[in-house]
Antibody, heavy 119, light 108 residues
Framework: EAQFVQSGGGLVQPGESLRLSCVGSGLTLSRYWMSWVRQAPGKGLEWVANIKQDGSTRYYGESVEGRFTISRDNANNSLFLQMDSLRIEDTAIYYC????????????WGQGTLVAVSS | SYELTQPPSVSVSPGQTATITCSGDALPKQYAYWYQQKSGQAPLMVIYKDSERTSGIPERFSGSSSGTTVTLTITGVQAEDEAHYYCQSADITGTHQIFGGGTELTVL
């Protein structure tokens, strides 16, 4: 069974940076595109970014383009999200998940890690 | 920017049928996926590629598609089905993913 251990969340001030990690087990991440999805408190799901198996192609949501960078380390079965210039509205639970184990689907999901941006 | 539109809430009594819709202009060309999210938990995919049921999901869950609307149907709703449901698809290029705003299913 695929599982993901997420870490790196925490409380930061506006303008600061944070790096999230997602380590997979029971699944070889290098075989799949990977995604980050976030959920602000009491709100819906928002897709953040996708990265291709070899890291050569990345796509970002409009609200994070230019500030966030998705990357991966296939040798260590890991996915990352570097978040710079954080804003209060980036406060959310961030989930990692493969994209495309089933064509087009984001599944299964990690347990999520909380990022809080506050002054 | 592209949007998927869902009703904010649906309420049904146990044993009745719940219908949750999701509308978007690119849905005739892109598959849709449905996720169930219970309070405090990560989302769980229940339907993929419009109408395929994920392994382990009860048969009362089904999906369908017609034009710019996809529909999640729960036949014979049970109390345990109370959750938020989100549709997901892609824009016309297939490169950017999008979620609907979510529908809160209340079992009366």
């Amino acid at each position: 069974e695929a599982q993901f251990v997420q870490s790196g969340g925490g409380l930061v001030q506006p303008g600061e940076s944070l790096r999230l990690s997602c380590v997979g087990s029971g699944l070889t991440l290098s075989r799949y595109w990977m995604s980050w999805v976030r959920q602000a408190p009491g709100k819906g799901l928002e897709w953040v970014a996708n990265i291709k198996q070899d890291g050569s192609t990345r796509y970002y949501g409009e609200s994070v383009e230019g500030r966030f960078t998705i990357s991966r380390d296939n040798a260590n079965n890991s996915l990352f999200l570097q978040m710079d210039s954080l804003r209060i509205e980036d406060t959310a639970i961030y989930y990692c998940a493969p994209w495309g184990i089933i064509e087009g689907a984001i599944s299964p999901w990690g347990q999520g890690t909380l990022v809080a941006v506050s002054s | 920017s592209y949007e998927l539109t869902q009703p904010p809430s649906v309420s049904v009594s146990p044993g009745q049928t719940a219908t949750i819709t999701c509308s978007g202009d690119a849905l005739p060309k892109q598959y849709a996926y449905w996720y169930q999210q219970k309070s405090g938990q990560a989302p769980l995919m229940v339907i993929y590629k419009d109408s395929e049921r994920t392994s382990g999901i009860p048969e009362r869950f089904s999906g369908s598609s017609s034009g710019t609307t996809v529909t999640l149907t729960i036949t014979g709703v049970q109390a345990e089905d109370e959750a938020h449901y989100y549709c997901q698809s892609a824009d016309i290029t297939g490169t950017h993913q999008i979620f609907g705003g979510g529908t809160e299913l209340t079992v009366l």
